[in-house]
């Protein structure tokens, strides 16, 4: 399996907020590499608290797809997600596929009253916080949600074959 987004498996640094909001990749828009047509197996996010819910949108802020229900970390550092996957309309996709050599933002959505979620620390623009709440659904675009600008690269990722 190949994973568009975060590379470490077992990030060391955490992020403590509360309140249901989300949070995603900005400046740091990751791509699979390699042409062709691949099929999504997964979509994560590394916590060990917190309820979760993740999306993939195209670079321009449009949405490709998100996971088919909300997740809950168990309390153990690990990953966590989603290996079923809705469009927009809550309809499930029984081939989701992203296409090779093309840029994508991923997005993961929290709710209260706590959560921590990995990173590593980057530097201004990597990610932003969008106080947004998106559990039971992700818009049909984020391209002008405000976003506020944070420094971590927050340990999110999409697996495909």
């Not at 917190?50 to 797809?65: D, P, Q």
């Not at 153990?76 to 992203?98: C, E, R, V």
Request: net charge neutral.
């Amino acid at each position: 399996m190949v994973y568009l987004g975060f590379q470490i498996e077992t990030p060391t640094l955490y992020d403590t907020s509360a309140g249901t909001h989300a949070v995603r990749n900005a400046s740091t828009v990751w791509k699979i590499t390699g042409a062709g047509t691949y099929t999504v197996k997964n979509l994560q996010a590394y916590l060990n608290t917190g309820v979760i819910r993740l999306a993939i949108y195209t670079s321009s802020g449009a949405f490709v797809m998100q996971g088919n229900a909300t997740q809950t970390a168990s309390g153990t550092a690990a990953w966590y997600g989603h290996t079923a996957f809705t469009n927009q309309a809550g309809q499930a996709i029984t081939n989701p596929q992203l296409s090779g050599e093309t840029n994508y933002i991923l997005i993961v959505a929290f709710s209260a009253p706590s959560h921590n979620l990995y990173y590593t620390a980057g530097s201004a623009g990597n990610s932003c916080y969008i106080s947004d709440d998106y559990l039971s659904g992700f818009p049909a675009s984020i391209s002008g949600v405000s976003c506020t600008s944070l420094n971590n690269v927050y340990a999110l990722r999409c697996g495909v074959e």
